[in-house]
């Protein structure tokens, strides 16, 4: 299985801390205003999913979604989540800690592409991703 997200180690420990501290948690790369494509991490409960934003796949077990105009520019790369330094002014949950997520991408190869076109489209709006139950 091919994913088109994936997070260097610094990026996903970053993940496990924050998911640790604040609970489920969203990321959304929009390509809109502020941060430009800068990836933002919200607490689930702080951000809204448009109806068009497609599910590219999890990070450490959150979800990743980007703009459904933004997929269309990043639909044949895989995109990897790292960090840079300097929070900057960005609402990203990640921006106290003096650090913020970026984004860099990789153009898949004709065999990766035929792979994904061949699983189909990905699933898009808020229903696309469902945390399981707890047991606790």
Do not use: W
Not at 41 to 65: A, H, K, M, N, T
Not at 82 to 111: C, H, K, M, Q
Request: glycine content about 10%; proline content about 6%; some cysteine.
């Amino acid at each position: 299985m091919i994913n088109r997200v994936v997070a260097t180690p610094e990026a996903a420990a970053l993940v496990r801390r924050l998911k640790a501290e604040n609970g489920a948690l969203i990321f959304h790369q929009s390509g809109g205003c502020c941060e430009g494509t800068a990836p933002m991490c919200f607490r689930q409960s702080d951000f809204r999913v448009g109806q068009r934003d497609v599910l590219l796949g999890q990070i450490e077990g959150v979800p990743f979604y980007i703009g459904a105009a933004q997929f269309q520019y990043f639909a044949n790369m895989e995109l990897t989540i790292g960090l840079t330094d300097g929070g900057g002014d960005s609402f990203s949950i990640e921006a106290p800690e003096g650090v913020r997520f970026v984004t860099r991408s990789r153009i898949f190869t004709d065999a990766e592409i035929e792979e994904l076109e061949a699983a189909g489209p990905l699933p898009t709006c808020p229903d696309a991703f469902r945390q399981p139950a707890s047991t606790v």
